[in-house]
């Protein structure tokens, strides 16, 4: 079975403008989340999308969204960009919320 | 809030050298509590799911026991290949909150 696949897998961006990445969840899974990765913060939980609704959100500002489409594969869009958002972008995909299965994440850096 | 807390930050261990890496918790109703290995410039990798105290789980050379306050990693007889850090994450709605990892080397 494949895996979860993201793209792209890295991004060098400007402050200010704005970024949208792509995840294709594990077929079958109707549960995708999207995390940000840093070495100051860790893990952090942005939002999860079940059957093209968002279940959960985590404590980022509105500058960061998503929406998750009809076959399950979901986009992640960051408007205004700023130095802190360079991060690892990690999207997991889960048939049930519970076990979750991660892509390889895109690397964003912002300049 | 959920609070989760992982030590030590770093290990490192001869091969062979059995070790367990520690997973304190506070939680309002836990829904589960996981355990992923992630290596360097990859994502997490799930390894386990432990929803009530005194459940325990078993790979290869990994085992995860957990209690009402914490959750153990065993790693017996660890090979240089078990090098990674591990994340352990805790659930009491859908929202998982992670712990800051164990960086774990093994030198052969």
């Known amino acids: 079975k494949a895996g979860v696949t993201q793209t792209p897998r890295y991004l060098i961006k400007t402050r200010g403008q704005q970024v949208t990445l792509s995840c294709s969840p594990i077929?079958?899974?109707?549960?995708v989340s999207w995390y940000q990765q840093t070495p100051g913060q860790g893990l952090q939980f942005l939002f999860e999308?079940?059957?093209?609704?968002?279940?959960n959100k985590g404590n980022f500002p509105g500058r960061f969204s998503g929406r998750q489409f009809s076959n399950s594969r979901s986009e992640m869009n960051v408007s205004t960009l700023e130095l802190g958002d360079s991060a690892l972008y990690l999207c997991?995909?889960?048939?049930?919320?519970?076990?979750?299965?991660f892509g390889p994440g895109t690397r964003l850096t912002v300049t | 809030e959920d609070q989760v807390t992982q030590s030590p930050e770093a290990l490192r261990l001869q091969e062979g050298e059995s070790s367990s890496l520690n997973c304190s918790y506070t939680?309002?109703?836990?829904?589960?509590l996981f355990w992923y290995r992630q290596d360097p410039g990859k994502g997490p990798e799930f390894l386990f799911t432990?929803?009530?105290a005194g459940e325990e789980k078993e790979k290869e050379r990994l085992k995860a026991t957990l209690t009402k306050k914490e959750s153990f990693l065993h790693i017996t007889a660890p090979k240089p290949e078990d090098s990674a850090t591990y994340l352990c994450?805790?659930?009491?709605?859908?929202?998982?909150?992670f712990g800051r990892g164990t960086s774990l080397i093994v030198h052969p």
């Open positions: 997991a995909s889960s048939f049930n919320s519970d076990e979750q299965y």
């Open positions: 994450a805790v659930s009491s709605s859908y929202i998982p909150t």
């Open positions: 432990l929803y009530s």
């Open positions: 939680v309002s109703g836990l829904r589960g």
């Open positions: 077929s079958g899974h109707r549960s």
């Open positions: 999308y079940f059957s093209e609704t968002q279940r």
